[in-house]
T-cell receptor, first 113, second 116 residues
Framework: GESVGLHLPTLSVQEGDNSIINCAYSNSASDYFIWYKQESGKGPQFIID?????DKRQGQRVTVLLNKTVKHLSLQIAATQPGDSAVYFCAENFNNAGNMLTFGGGTRLMVKP | DAGVTQSPTHLIKTRGQQVTLRCSPKSGHDTVSWYQQALGQGPQFIFQ???????QRGNFPDRFSGHQFPNYSSELNVNALLLGDSALYLC???????????????FGDGTRLSIL
């Protein structure tokens, strides 16, 4: 498959460790945020979302934290597995922009067995 | 439950030609958005279709146009292709829910367009 994110920031973690991927978003009026996972040759896969009236949301093995004061979003992955290796994108939206998503630059997560 | 499907998966064109890409949304979804993803970058919003009309448009020239059909499927057309149009074109679908704000967009695997 093709390679996504040839020159992206890279986070390398050991299998079984927890991973934290960070994202700074740009628009203080953004009220909806999504994390996507993109594997080589595939489209972005929805992981978890959070609205601006929340600070934290948990899914299966993942947690998203939102700090509106500093416009920061993070994705925590518990017990990281080799299958988690991919490029991760955060995306933001503000309701006045309809459902248009603005994506960050992405972070490559590499999981070492 | 079928997800978002796009066709073709790969396409090669030459400068000046025209191309049409196709997208079928996830079952139950009524809104389709198109994104362009250059190598090594995040997707960039092109436009969104709902109820067969373009509802929102990103910063793309009018060489980029689209259509949505009554069955919610969509096409992206690009005229007068330039070398810089080489990219992965992604379709995403979602369900518009009145009064509940934004809903997650689910993506297809894209069409890789190469311009020679």
């Amino acid at each position: 498959g093709e390679s996504v994110g040839l020159h992206l920031p890279t986070l390398s973690v050991q299998e079984g460790d927890n991973s934290i991927i960070n994202c700074a978003y740009s628009n203080s009026a953004s009220d909806y945020f999504i994390w996507y996972k993109q594997e080589s040759g595939k489209g972005p896969q929805f992981i978890i979302d959070i609205r601006s009236n929340m600070d934290k949301r948990q899914g299966q093995r993942v947690t998203v934290l939102l700090n509106k004061t500093v416009k920061h979003l993070s994705l925590q992955i518990a017990a990281t597995q080799p299958g988690d290796s991919a490029v991760y994108f955060c995306a933001e939206n503000f309701n006045n922009a309809g459902n248009m998503l603005t994506f960050g630059g992405g972070t490559r997560l590499m999981v070492k067995p | 439950d079928a997800g978002v499907t796009q066709s073709p998966t790969h396409l090669i064109k030459t400068r000046g030609q025209q191309v049409t890409l196709r997208c079928s949304p996830k079952s139950g979804h009524d809104t389709v958005s198109w994104y362009q993803q250059a190598l090594g970058q995040g997707p960039q919003f092109i436009f969104q279709y709902y109820e067969e009309e373009e509802r929102q448009r990103g910063n793309f020239p009018d060489r980029f146009s689209g259509h949505q059909f009554p069955n919610y499927s969509s096409e992206l057309n690009v005229n007068a292709l330039l070398l810089g149009d080489s990219a992965l074109y992604l379709c995403a679908s979602s369900l518009a829910v009145a009064g509940e704000g934004n809903q997650p967009q689910h993506f297809g695997d894209g069409t890789r367009l190469s311009i020679l």
